[in-house]
């Protein structure tokens, strides 16, 4: 079992920028694939992005270009560099793990992470 916090999100102004932490404990994170999800009110959960145990990294189309999603296993941490905020990225930021392998075609899928973090809010408000 992994333990997952999420911390760095506030409110930013649209363009603005905001780098989000996800801190393990309990395991090493080097061995896990890490995903970043969101979800806005009145909305389900979606993937944003993964970065695979190898370091393949994902991101949903609409951040590509915008997020960078790195990881630091010295200190057992990922990272969500978000740039060029927009409204639309309003929401509250999990990050999840899994420990079994993960592709383009499953790592957006909720239900196949194993361990989820409490979430921080991210807000992008004129």
């Known amino acids: 079992q992994l333990q997952l916090v999420e911390s760095g999100g506030g409110l930013v102004q649209p363009g603005g920028s905001l780098r989000l932490s996800c801190a393990a404990a309990g395991s090493t994170l080097d061995e896990h694939n890490i995903g970043w999800f969101r979800q806005a009110p009145g909305k389900e959960r979606e993937g944003v992005s993964c970065i695979s145990s190898d370091g393949t990294t994902y991101y949903r189309d609409s951040v590509k270009g915008r997020f960078t999603v790195s990881r630091d296993n010295a200190k057992n941490t990922v990272y969500l560099q978000m740039n060029n905020l927009k409204p639309e990225d309003t929401g509250v930021y999990y990050c999840?793990?899994?420990?079994?392998?993960?592709?383009?075609?499953?790592?957006?899928?909720?239900?196949?992470?194993?361990?989820w973090g409490q979430g921080t809010q991210v807000t992008v408000s004129s």
């Open positions: 999840a793990a899994k420990s079994a392998p993960l592709n383009r075609w499953n790592w957006f899928l909720t239900y196949i992470y194993n361990d």
